[in-house]
């Protein structure tokens, strides 16, 4: 197999280009037209590969061997040395195969009347409304609702406290990872301790009379033994981290592009009124991850040299997958919002919102779940309005959300 050399900025210190990174939205757009799908930087004291498009990210994601999971050291203290996105190999498997059993089919049964119930509190309180409604700060809280009280069955005073230490942890996640008193990241390290005692207290109480914590009992490590619950809270703290935002943020993204595309809107209305499931509305919602993938990218570091859509990558390299859209501005149907092309054959690349191989999302059969459910709840009982004059560019960070929280006004539908 031919290979050609890592294409490199030949960037010495980093300081230029780390400057750039967080300064330039087009950093990784550029380099990649300049350098093709996969080249090599560096962010201050780390070399970094970045890649993107479907060769180099199947490559990297069929090789799931050659390579470990990583995090910057911040995330990775925050999430703690037990959660499985900070483990490889057979640790890693066995604690996927435990928490995979809350997002089992039957699990997601279970959930349905509970998601359901959120979602009509969601349509009563857009109905209610005096004013127009942040949709998405409501989002945020519905996301967030289904993880803490459907999944964990926490009630509602836990609930709100586990948000609380939430929001101060989550603040610090891409911060610089030193526990001085008083910085972001010692009150998030604080934080976290205390998420974990009051996840702790969740484990203990668990039952099949709420949430799906049940369904952990008996889970086992790599070595057959049973997971103790220090562990087992840090997996539930990842689901918050990984769950909370993304869910969020592609709902918010599909109404808004819903309200931004009329005929959009009219042509799934017209598809929804046949029920689930609707191939119109899988094909918009993946249209939306394709504009506004709610993860942006991800991480791996190499464990022995791989080849990346034919581009060697050295041993002990950590490498970046992009998943944010990097088409040409000229490529005018591409920028366009367009969900017929999932359904008439004319758009061929995979997208991998959800990432691929052994680390594939594993909650992704219940935000699927979730943004069918609140898609078909609210269409179906509400005309929504956007308030005009409001700022719908995105922001990007953490994960794509609109500037002005989307105000709407909400009528009902007869
Ligand atoms: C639209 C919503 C979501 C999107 C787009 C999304 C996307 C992703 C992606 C791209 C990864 C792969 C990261 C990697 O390869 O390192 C991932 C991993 C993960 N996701 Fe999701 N996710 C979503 C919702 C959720 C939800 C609702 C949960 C659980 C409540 C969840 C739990 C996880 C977990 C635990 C991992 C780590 C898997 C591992 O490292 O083995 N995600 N997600």
Known sequence: MTSTPLPSTGAVTGLKETLDFFGDPSFTQQRFEQYGDVFETRLLAQRIVFIRGEHAI?????????LEGWWPESVRQLLGNRSLANRSGPAHRARRRVVGQLFSSSALERYTPSIKALIEEVTNDLLEAATATPLAE??????????????????????????????????????????LP???FAKAMAARQRLLKRLKTVLVKRDQSSGGLDLLSDGLDEAGIPLDDDDLAEQLLLLLFAGYETTASSLSCLFRALLLNPEVANWLQADLAGGLPSPCLDATV???????????????????????AGVDVPENSVIQVVLSPSHPVDATDLAAFRPQRHLDGSFEQTLLPFGGGQRVCLGKALAQLEIRLMAMGLLSRLKLELLPGQDLSLQLIPSPTPRSGLLVQAQAIH
Do not use: C
């Not at 993880?147 to 926490?154: D, F, K, N, Q, R």
């Open 58 to 66: 199947g490559d990297l994601l069929s090789q799931g061997d050659a």
């Open 286 to 308: 993946l249209e939306v991850m394709r504009l506004t993938p709610p993860v942006g990218g991800f991480f791996r570091r190499s464990l022995r040299p791989v080849q990346l």
């Open 138 to 179: 409501r989002m945020r809280r519905f996301a967030f609702a289904v993880i803490a009280s459907t999944v964990l069955g926490l009630d509602e005073a836990n609930r709100d406290a586990l948000f609380e230490d939430f929001e101060i942890w989550t603040r610090a996640l891409f911060s610089i990872p030193v526990a």
């Open 182 to 184: 008083g910085t972001p």
